[in-house]
Nanobody, 125 residues
């Protein structure tokens, strides 16, 4: 069983920054792609970014490209999401998830098999 635990969320003013972390249990972290998703109140969960098993390939949704950066440290079983220039529309619960493969090739929720419990990010205007 894989457990994912997010941390680092909070309240920040527009233009500010936050760094989310997702710590994974187990020794199977390094061979899998990882993704970050978010869900705002009343909206469906949406893809934000994904990274392949080695960290060499990343993809971002257009609304965060240039502002967010995903990275990973396989030695620490942790994936990160650095969020800069935050906007009120970034307010959501952010979830990390483990891909079913080592690639970073899917934005579909069904391509991910393990999910964290989520961490709240609130950006005030």
């Amino acid at each position: 069983q894989v457990q994912l635990v997010e941390s680092g969320g909070g309240l920040v003013q527009a233009g500010g920054s936050l760094r989310l972390s997702c710590a994974a249990s187990g020794r199977t972290f390094g061979g899998y792609g990882m993704g970050w998703f978010r869900q705002a109140p009343g909206k469906e969960r949406e893809f934000v970014t994904t990274i392949n098993w080695s960290g060499s390939v990343t993809y971002y949704v257009g609304t965060v490209k240039g502002r967010f950066t995903i990275s990973r440290d396989n030695a620490k079983n942790t994936v990160y999401l650095q969020m800069n220039s935050l906007k009120p529309e970034d307010t959501a619960v952010y979830y990390c998830a483990r891909s079913r493969s080592g690639a970073a090739d899917s934005r579909a929720l069904t391509a991910y098999d393990y999910w964290g419990q989520g961490t709240q990010v609130t950006v005030s205007s």
